[in-house]
Every structure is written in C-alpha cells, then in structure tokens.
C-alpha cells in the first residue's frame, strides 16, 4: 500500500509540476510577444489582425494548419504597397483567443467573415490561403460568392489526398499523435513542435520560422486549436469536394501558385498532379510554379506570392 500511494503521489507532484511549468512558460511567452497588432470582438472573444494600405478590394491572407499571421511576414508589406490586407490569427492560433471546439472548417470560416464585417464590411475581398488555408478560402468563397472578387491558391492542400492512401496516412498518423499526447502539457508541446519543424524543415533556401509563431503554436491554446484543426481533415476535405462542380461557375480570378521543389519528399509527384488538378479549379485558372521554392513559399519566395496576387487584382478591377 506505501509503494502505491508513493507512486500516486510521486504522479500528482509531477503532473502539478508540469502543469506550473506550463503557465510559467506561457507567462514568459507573453511578455516576450506581447500582441503587435489589433484585436477584434466576435460575440466575446477576440481575434488578433492587422491590416494596411488602401483600395477598393481588400486582399485576405489566411495561414495554414499550425501557422498563424506571423508566416506572412515577407507578403503583407509587399501587398500593403498597393492594396489594403489583412491577416489574421485564427481562433486559438497566434495571438487570438481559443475558440470552441471542434475547429471545424465552418467555424473557422464564420469567425473569419465576422471579423471582415467588422473591418472592411463594404469591400469585396481576395482571399489568399497558404496550404489548408487555400482549403479554407475556398469554402468561403462558396459561401459568399457576391462578396469575392478573386481567389489565390498558395501551394494549396487538395481534398483529393484524401484519395492518396500516401499522403492521406500522414495526417492520420499526425491526428493519432496528438491525440495521445493530448493530456500530457509536455507531450503535446513536444509532438506540436516536431510536427511544424517537420513540416516547415528548410527546403532550398527557405527563411527560419518566426520564433513567435512557435511560441505560440506551443502554447495550450495553440497546441488545442491545432489538433482539432488536424482532427478535421477528412471532414473539411469531404465539405469541400461537395463544392467542386459549383466552383468552376466561379466568375473571378483564379491563380493557383505551386512550389517547384520537392527534396527528397516520397510523395513529389503525387503532389505536383494535385495541383495540376487544382489548376483545373476553373476553366480560367492561372497556373505559376514558383521554380525555387518548397511549400513555404511566403517565407521562401514573397515576390511571387505578391505578383500573384497583383495579377487576380488586375484582373478583378480592370483600369
């Protein structure tokens, strides 16, 4: 009975010694990035943007899974040149509040389009999306349509992995892990971490991730939003595979720009015919390879993200 009892309390020591490590540690991620930008109310949460510049369309950038607005960084002071932008953090990511949860992509999408509301209520809006960002920019768009005024797909996710048992397996691996480590605070952290690094490993000559964005995509926040972001996979891809056939009607731009380099990745070609496929979104699509980059292409190549997107406005407001 001595023996079981050490151990029940060696276990609760230990597990409110993580726990005050944990805050200490957000506590000191706080002061260190503290919010640079603004905060918006949705209905008694806040959410974290920035924007600049002017213009009678407003482009909006949106981050992909376990990346928050900090990954635009080399994009938004190219764009604010000549457009008015916004980035964001989504709910539970970089400097916003947790949202409910699941992170379903139709949460994700109503707590962005509020925050439109709130700050560019009378713009029609370009909306850009980096990997599963792209995902969620689509379905946007599906769901206001007379609002769009064009769409840039940036080295996108496809719904059509779902169909690559190779590429699908490395989301259902990743869900499984986080899941598992979801009650252990350093666990969670330590498998948060090793995914992004993973993912965000530098590919021919790309920048280091914003020391901020890992911050806080480590933080108990950060570490639920992105697990349930991941844990919704296969139900936002079967959402938006339900929207294809109407997305080929749509009426505005479309540029989808793809990276060129692969590495060593096993599943190359498998992705480059994806977005092939995506290129296909509408019988006008503009299809560009940035030639240099991996899939971090705002942090590798912000020049051809910013053309990209020039090209969509001119062709959403002709001069």
Do not use: C
Request: without cysteine.
């Amino acid at each position: 009975m001595r023996s079981i009892a050490g151990v029940l309390g060696l276990a609760a020591a230990t597990a409110t010694g993580l726990a005050l490590w944990e805050r200490l540690a957000v506590q000191r991620d706080h002061r260190r990035y503290p919010h640079p930008s603004q905060l918006i109310d949705i209905g008694g949460r806040s959410l974290h943007y920035e924007e600049a510049g002017e213009g009678p369309v407003t482009v909006v950038l949106e981050a992909g899974l376990a990346s928050d607005s900090t990954s635009w960084d080399r994009v938004f002071p190219l764009l604010s040149r000549t457009a008015h932008v916004i980035r964001y953090d989504r709910a539970g990511m970089g400097w916003s509040e947790a949202g409910p949860l699941p992170r379903t992509s139709t949460r994700i999408n109503e707590d962005l389009w509020d925050l439109l509301q709130g700050v560019a209520p009378d713009h029609r809006y370009l909306l850009v999306g980096h990997s599963r960002g792209g995902i969620w920019q689509r379905l946007l768009a599906a769901h206001h349509p007379e609002a769009i005024a064009g769409l840039v797909l940036v080295d996108s996710s496809s719904e059509y992995e779902l169909d690559d048992p190779g590429l699908y397996a490395s989301h259902r691996r990743l869900s499984l892990a986080l899941n598992s480590a979801s009650s252990v605070p350093v666990a969670r952290r330590l498998v948060t971490l090793a995914a992004h690094l993973r993912a965000s490993r530098l590919e021919s000559g790309e920048v280091p991730t914003p020391p901020a964005l890992v911050a806080n995509l480590i933080s108990p926040k950060g570490a639920a939003a992105f697990a349930s972001e991941v844990d919704q996979t296969a139900a936002t891809y079967t959402t938006v595979k339900a929207i294809r056939d109407a997305e080929r009607g749509f009426p505005w731009p479309v540029v989808v720009l793809s990276r060129g380099y692969h590495g060593r990745s096993a599943t190359a070609d498998a992705e480059a015919r994806l977005q092939h496929r995506l290129a296909e979104l509408t019988p006008d699509t503009l299809h560009v390879v940035a030639p240099h980059s991996g899939h971090f292409i705002p942090m590798s190549s912000p020049e051809l993200v910013a053309e990209a997107v020039d090209s969509a406005l001119r062709a959403a407001v002709p001069t």
